[in-house]
């Protein structure tokens, strides 16, 4: 897989923070409504707002309104991007058999 770094580096920073992790583990049972993320989290409405717009950039999360109100929900291409990104930044591959750029 052939990695877009700017899309990439949106999907690792969406992950660097403790209350991204904690929306993702809430909306890991299905779509939430702001407001119950709210009563869930220790955050303001513009602190969640802010989480929300970096979480949606990154594409693992897709909102909706309804009314005056926005609904959460994970994104199955998004949570599929950042499981490849992870792999395949990971991909160790065996270069045992070739030698060292330090070695003479």
Not at 3 to 8: E, I, P, V
Not at 30 to 47: F, M, R, S, Y
Request: net charge positive; aromatic share 4%; hydrophobic share 35%.
């Amino acid at each position: 897989m052939e990695l877009d770094a700017k899309k990439t580096s949106a999907v690792f920073k969406a992950l660097c923070d403790e209350n991204r992790i904690q929306i993702l583990q809430l909306l890991c049972s299905g779509e939430k409504c702001a407001c119950k993320l709210l009563e869930a989290l220790p955050v303001t409405q513009p602190t969640l707002s802010h989480h929300m717009k970096i979480l949606c950039d990154s594409g693992m999360v897709v909102a909706r309104k309804d009314g005056k109100w926005m609904h959460y929900s994970i994104s199955p291409d998004g949570r599929e991007y950042a499981l490849q990104c992870l792999k395949t930044l990971t991909n160790v591959k065996d270069e045992t058999k070739t030698q060292s750029c330090c070695e003479k």
